[in-house]
């Protein structure tokens, strides 16, 4: 039924928890959740079983949570975004294919025209000095053996501490506060070569905190490259926290520090680490062969393989592999993770995902194996921002889902 005629019908209509649930297209139980923080109001009638709701209260309900609803396949919360469309072994960012998007733009330009809408060539990102200052600090006061992850942490609360405005949020100002946060948090990371000027592009900067070894044109496009790529990748864990923290109106630092604790888990940020350590052993053995048998005697995954989103290559890995072939420090590391992909397919159909390619680049310019969550991080905060702003213009508290107990029923005696 078309919404015009379902609006006509419901001139004072009282639906059942059940017709409400259905319309809305959510559990019985999520409407009583509605109830209890005031979004619904129920009614018993005389003589009837249950509560009773108001169709058009419904109905405006239904069209604020538009962008909440059952997914097709297996009831699971889906939300409605127009930032990434993933699609037949493609990524798209708006409607644009992302592998072109990292081919042609540096990192500053794809995130200022995901924000904005418009496209800023040459556009630099700075870091405001109260907020690089305090950031500074917090990471000085770290123990000497703090990880970049720690590190970067820290470096959000203290720009967060030094931002009055950070709770404004309104589109323009979570925008500006996101061009300074992003490279507060490069600038913030200790450096292990030579400083970076502050105008220079954040791959540039970025690439003097995860390596002592010189840069060179071919090697930072693809560091450029992989930042774009990894900007934002569907409602990855860390991106629901985010959303989840910004439906709640978390402020940017908040919402950014909500992604952090999520993608510090094993099976999210910490994957490349893993594919790193594991090229760094086909390097030292001379064979992927002995690598993966490893691995698959273990019980293991072989880590960089396979992605639940692509029945085929990952994208983002295909469109990195491409770069790194002009990058000639790059070769022993390619020729490695090739081996691991054919070895492997000997057993499974798998196709190498992101971390692989990423931990080709961390192998092969002499990074640490947590420089692949690092880039991880920075990249994906320019998309957490967009989902951010996405979620700031939804119904506050959407992303509350209802509880189902399943513990003794009461009453119970007191411990």
């Known amino acids: ?24 297209g959510v559990k019985p139980e999520t409407v009583y959740a509605y109830v209890s923080r005031g979004q ?8 009837a079983r249950g509560s009773t709701f108001d169709a058009k209260e419904i ?8 962008r909440r609803e059952p997914s097709a396949s297996g009831g699971e919360l889906a939300v409605r975004t127009s930032i990434t469309l993933i699609d037949r072994d493609h990524c798209y960012f708006r409607g644009v294919d ?7 733009y540096s990192y500053e330009e794809v995130v200022e025209w995901l924000w904005t809408g418009e496209m800023h060539p040459g556009i630099r990102f700075t870091a405001p000095q109260d907020a690089l200052t305090a950031a500074h600090r917090a990471v000085a006061a770290l123990p000497t053996d703090s990880g970049p992850m720690d590190q970067l942490r820290v470096a959000v609360i203290a720009a967060a501490a030094a ?15 996101a061009r300074s946060l992003i490279p507060t948090l490069v600038d913030a990371l200790p450096t292990r070569a030579p400083d970076q000027h502050a105008a220079d592009a954040l791959a540039t900067r970025l690439w003097s ?17 992989a930042l774009v790529l990894l900007i934002d990748h569907d409602l990855a864990a860390s991106t629901f926290a985010v959303r989840v923290a910004a439906s709640a109106r978390a402020h940017p630092y908040a919402i950014v520090s909500a992604g952090f604790g999520a993608l510090d888990g094993v099976l999210h940020g910490a994957a490349s680490g893993l594919a790193h350590r594991m090229l760094l052993e086909v390097l030292d053995r001379g064979s992927a062969a002995a690598v993966v048998a490893d691995h698959l005697r273990a019980g293991r995954r072989v880590p960089g393989l396979g992605h639940r989103l692509y029945p085929g290559e990952d994208p983002r890995a ?5 770069l790194l072939e002009d990058v000639p420090r790059a070769r022993p590391a390619l020729k490695a993770a ?4 054919s070895t492997t397919a000997r057993h499974a159909e798998l196709h190498a995902n992101v971390d692989l390619a990423l931990a080709v680049l961390t192998v092969s310019t002499g990074m640490p194996a947590e420089a692949g969550e690092t880039i991880f991080a920075i990249a994906r905060t320019a998309g957490w921002i967009a989902h951010a702003l996405e979620e700031y213009a939804e119904h506050p508290l959407r992303m509350r889902p209802s509880g189902q107990y399943h513990g003794p029923r009461p009453p119970q005696p007191l411990p």
Do not use: C, K, N, Y
Request: net charge neutral.
């Open 98 to 104: 992302a592998s072109e998007l990292a081919t042609r």
């Open 338 to 341: 090739r081996q691991v992909i």
């Open 163 to 177: 931002d009055p405005l950070r709770f404004d949020l309104s589109e323009g100002t979570v925008i500006g506060t």
């Open 209 to 225: 905190r995860l390596t002592s070894e010189p840069a060179d044109a071919a090697a930072l496009h693809v560091l450029d490259a």
């Open 40 to 47: 619904l109001t129920s009614r018993r009638e005389p003589g």
């Open 318 to 322: 295909r469109a990195l592999f491409r």
């Open 1 to 24: 039924m078309a919404d015009r005629d379902m609006a006509q019908d419901t001139g004072g209509q009282r639906l059942s928890t059940r017709e409400a649930a259905d319309r809305l």
């Open 59 to 66: 109905e405006a309900l239904a069209r604020r949570a538009g």
